[in-house]
């Protein structure tokens, strides 16, 4: 079982940065593939970056390619993704999933997720 709590979060302007953690409690953590996904209000959940159990690969969303950065301390049992030249429309609510099903940009590979941070980009 992992428990996964984000924080970071909060309100920023366009252009700025902001930096999200995900700590990880329970066994096993530098076995799974971390991924963010984010949801905005009336729109569906949608994958935003992911990292394999080792840090060595790392997956991003078209739409965040060049200005997020994912990254995990397996010593620590967080990941973190680094936000930056944000836009309005990166609004959302952030969550980070664990899991080890299959392609880490799909929400069904996951199985454990947190309960979100919301992040919202004033223009």
């Known amino acids: 079982q992992v428990q996964l709590v984000e924080s970071g979060g909060g309100l920023v302007q366009a252009g700025g940065s902001v930096r999200l953690s995900c700590a990880a409690s329970?066994?096993?953590?530098?076995?799974?593939?971390m991924g963010w996904f984010r949801q905005a209000p009336g729109k569906e959940r949608e994958f935003v970056a992911a990292?394999?159990?080792?840090?060595?690969?790392?997956y991003y969303a078209e739409s965040v390619k060049g200005r997020f950065t994912i990254s995990r301390d397996n010593a620590k049992n967080t990941v973190y993704l680094q936000m930056n030249s944000l836009k309005p429309e990166d609004t959302a609510v952030y969550y980070c999933?664990?899991?080890?099903?299959?392609?880490?940009?799909?929400?069904?590979?996951?199985?454990?997720w947190g309960q979100g941070t919301q992040v919202t980009v004033s223009s």
């Open positions: 990292i394999s159990f080792s840090g060595g690969v790392t």
């Open positions: 329970g066994r096993f953590f530098s076995s799974y593939g």
């Open positions: 999933a664990a899991g080890n099903r299959g392609p880490l940009f799909t929400t069904t590979s996951y199985d454990y």
